[in-house]
């Protein structure tokens, strides 16, 4: 199947290309203007590789995996992806584009899939009662649709944050969510004791030197029982390699160390209130001092854990004379920490907090700057006009370690899923016992098997120093769409209990929202994954 749907993608990419290329080379102009073809591309292509990447997860457990369950899920997940496409490519909610958009009919589909042998495959492991039994297997073992790590030393690295996440996270995570509270002092203490705030940080620093595949693991552990977090930990890990990645020798000394310990907690500061997704737009600016120093001008917002912070990463226009990305530059701004009653006491510096329904712990803001004060050193690498490409060098591992984050809480859903439906009588039998039941059970352990496959094929590209904008773009939107229909369906088992308030189901559902849009929306990977796909001769 995985020929087939290579051979769908190669002629859907040939239908699209010419119709985005002006002269043989990419015009973004007639990329916007054909954005619905490119991205179903995107999707097509994404949904693709997810099935490759689950395949291969399922040949590296040949060996270990009992009843060859990993092989059962990666063809059922195969042949779901096969015979979904003679509806379209589904693009998200209320977003489908039908074939003809990339070039594609039901006829090609069935001469693709008969040509390599895939069609009679797919009706086998396609259907509702395979997926039912597949549901059913599962739901008896003790991690459900967790069924092993290819990689022994990964599968031992997950089973003690798993420990850990379930000891000291699990537990106060529903009463953080129900409250708004701020993720507690004391979780966070712990959290650097297990080293979680620099684990891909060298060891030099105090890091773990950890790969970003095991980086995944963690993040992924962790946010599985609380979406907030593992992004905590995430943004203390991003942060650090910016600056490791950017910064001045002694920016490093100065603020690794820190990072890594816990001491220094930091947000990103990027986002404006009329410059989303369009980073290379901003509009605040730092205006350089005559003693050395900067003050920043402006709005940004979308801050996260911004009154906790006691650095900033601030991207900001230092050349207003010249437009787009080149006349940004990154700042490390030193802020003091929020208290009681006055939440940003630094002068030029006030904020205000947006509500939000999910993704609590952390608190988001809009923040104001009049005149706040950068030290000259804040600077990042000491150059100005390179901040655009400094953030961009993150963008991969801040995309992974999303799709990381996503696997966690698809993988919380799941098995919220199958703890209600293994316990809950209605009607005389237990509900994992209704076919409906089971089978959305079935789906929900193909999808995060899959997303975590493709996440894990992401970070290996990353470890591995090749450029992976497009594997972490997949990853990215695969994974973060794998979430929300768990979550969605997590709801759906528990019925009137899911939509609760007090429910974990409502917790992950809102959680699960978030996810497709930021570290950039949904719609951005999809436009990051056409252009790779359609660069490329």
Same mark, same amino acid.
Not at 527 to 532: C, E, L, M, P, T
């Given at each position: 199947?995985?020929?087939?749907?290579? *051979?769908?993608?190669?002629?859907?990419?040939?239908?699209?290309?010419? +119709?985005?290329?002006?002269?043989?080379?990419?015009?973004?102009?007639?990329?916007?203007?054909?954005?619905? /073809? #490119?991205?179903?591309?995107?999707?097509?292509?994404?949904?693709?590789?997810?099935?490759?990447?689950?395949?291969?997860?399922?040949?590296?457990?040949?060996?270990?995996?009992?009843?060859?369950?990993?092989?059962?899920?990666?063809?059922?997940?195969?042949?779901?992806?096969?015979a979904?496409l003679?509806?379209?490519?589904?693009?998200?909610?209320? @977003?489908? /584009?039908?074939?003809? %958009?990339?070039? +594609?009919?039901?006829?090609? $589909?069935?001469?693709?899939?008969?040509?390599? =042998?895939a069609?009679? #495959?797919?009706?086998?492991?396609?259907?509702?009662?395979? +997926?039912?039994?597949?549901?059913?297997?599962?739901?008896?073992?003790?991690?459900?649709?967790?069924?092993?790590? #290819?990689?022994?030393?990964?599968?031992?690295?997950?089973?003690?944050?798993?420990?850990?996440?379930?000891?000291?996270?699990?537990?106060?995570?529903?009463?953080?969510?129900?409250?708004?509270?701020?993720?507690?002092?004391e979780? $966070?203490?712990?959290?650097?004791?297990?080293?979680?705030?620099?684990?891909a &940080?060298?060891?030099?620093?105090?890091?773990?030197?950890?790969?970003?595949?095991?980086?995944?693991?963690?993040?992924?552990?962790?946010?599985?029982?609380?979406?907030?977090?593992?992004? &905590?930990?995430?943004?203390?890990? $991003?942060?650090?390699?910016?600056?490791?990645?950017?910064?001045? @020798?002694?920016?490093?000394?100065?603020?690794?160390?820190?990072?890594?310990?816990?001491?220094?907690?930091?947000?990103?500061?990027?986002?404006?209130?009329?410059?989303?997704?369009?980073?290379?737009?901003?509009?605040?600016?730092?205006?350089?001092?005559?003693?050395?120093?900067?003050?920043?001008?402006?709005?940004?917002?979308?801050?996260?854990?911004? *009154?906790?912070?006691?650095?900033?990463?601030?991207?900001?226009?230092?050349?207003? @004379?010249?437009?787009?990305?080149?006349? &940004?530059?990154?700042?490390?701004?030193?802020?003091?920490?929020?208290? %009681?009653?006055?939440?940003?006491?630094?002068?030029g510096?006030?904020?205000?907090?947006?509500?939000?329904?999910?993704?609590?712990?952390?608190?988001?803001?809009?923040?104001?700057?009049?005149?706040?004060?950068?030290?000259?050193? =804040?600077?990042? =690498?000491?150059?100005?006009?390179?901040?655009?490409?400094?953030?961009?060098q993150?963008?991969?591992r801040?995309?992974?370690?999303t799709?990381?984050?996503?696997?966690?809480?698809?993988?919380?859903?799941?098995?919220?899923?199958?703890?209600?439906?293994?316990?809950?009588?209605?009607?005389?039998?237990?509900?994992?016992?209704?076919?409906?039941? #089971?089978?959305?059970?079935?789906?929900?352990?193909?999808?995060?098997?899959?997303?975590r496959?493709?996440?894990?094929?992401?970070?290996?590209?990353?470890?591995?120093?090749?450029?992976? @904008? +497009?594997?972490?773009?997949?990853?990215?939107?695969?994974?973060t769409?794998?979430?929300?229909?768990?979550?969605?369906?997590?709801?759906?088992?528990?019925?009137?209990?899911?939509?609760?308030?007090?429910?974990?189901? /409502?917790?992950? &559902?809102?959680?699960a929202?978030?996810?497709?849009?930021? %570290?950039?929306?949904?719609?951005?990977?999809?436009?990051?994954?056409?252009?790779?796909?359609?660069?490329?001769?």
């Amino acid at each position: 199947m995985v020929v087939a749907l290579d *051979t769908l993608v190669a002629r859907a990419r040939a239908h699209v290309r010419p +119709l985005v290329c002006d002269d043989g080379r990419l015009s973004r102009d007639r990329l916007r203007q054909r954005q619905l /073809s #490119a991205h179903a591309l995107a999707h097509l292509a994404t949904d693709a590789e997810a099935v490759r990447q689950s395949v291969r997860w399922a040949s590296a457990l040949s060996t270990r995996d009992g009843g060859g369950i990993a092989d059962r899920v990666a063809t059922a997940f195969a042949s779901e992806v096969c015979a979904s496409l003679y509806g379209g490519v589904a693009l998200g909610a209320c @977003d489908t /584009s039908r074939l003809e %958009e990339i070039g +594609l009919t039901t006829g090609a $589909i069935d001469e693709a899939l008969a040509t390599h =042998g895939a069609a009679d #495959a797919m009706c086998r492991h396609a259907s509702g009662d395979a +997926l039912v039994q597949l549901a059913i297997e599962l739901a008896k073992r003790a991690s459900a649709g967790t069924v092993q790590d #290819a990689d022994d030393a990964s599968g031992a690295l997950r089973a003690h944050f798993r420990r850990f996440a379930e000891r000291e996270i699990a537990p106060i995570a529903q009463r953080i969510h129900r409250n708004d509270e701020l993720i507690p002092d004391e979780l $966070i203490a712990k959290l650097a004791a297990m080293g979680v705030f620099g684990l891909a &940080l060298p060891e030099r620093y105090g890091g773990g030197g950890a790969s970003m595949a095991d980086m995944c693991v963690v993040t992924e552990e962790i946010s599985r029982a609380s979406l907030g977090v593992g992004s &905590l930990a995430t943004r203390s890990e $991003i942060a650090g390699e910016l600056i490791l990645g950017a910064g001045t @020798d002694a920016q490093r000394d100065e603020w690794l160390p820190g990072i890594v310990s816990g001491r220094v907690l930091p947000t990103a500061v990027f986002s404006e209130p009329n410059h989303g997704s369009d980073l290379a737009n901003v509009a605040t600016r730092a205006e350089r001092q005559p003693g050395g120093g900067w003050k920043l001008y402006g709005q940004k917002t979308w801050i996260t854990h911004a *009154t906790r912070a006691d650095l900033m990463t601030v991207l900001a226009r230092t050349r207003p @004379d010249v437009a787009g990305y080149a006349g &940004l530059s990154m700042f490390l701004a030193r802020k003091s920490r929020g208290r %009681e009653g006055c939440e940003f006491p630094d002068v030029g510096l006030a904020g205000t907090e947006i509500k939000v329904i999910g993704y609590r712990g952390m608190k988001e803001y809009e923040l104001s700057f009049d005149g706040f004060a950068v030290e000259a050193s =804040g600077l990042l =690498g000491g150059v100005e006009g390179e901040g655009f490409k400094q953030l961009m060098q993150t963008f991969e591992r801040a995309r992974i370690q999303t799709a990381a984050r996503s696997v966690g809480v698809a993988q919380a859903a799941l098995d919220e899923s199958v703890r209600h439906a293994s316990t809950r009588t209605q009607f005389g039998q237990r509900l994992i016992e209704f076919p409906r039941v #089971a089978r959305k059970i079935g789906g929900m352990i193909l999808r995060t098997a899959a997303a975590r496959a493709l996440t894990r094929h992401a970070a290996h590209a990353r470890d591995a120093g090749r450029r992976c @904008d +497009l594997e972490a773009g997949m990853a990215k939107l695969f994974a973060t769409r794998a979430a929300w229909e768990a979550a969605d369906a997590c709801v759906q088992i528990h019925g009137g209990m899911g939509y609760a308030e007090e429910s974990v189901a /409502s917790r992950l &559902l809102v959680d699960a929202r978030v996810l497709s849009i930021f %570290e950039g929306a949904n719609e951005v990977q999809a436009d990051v994954i056409a252009r790779r796909l359609l660069e490329a001769e």
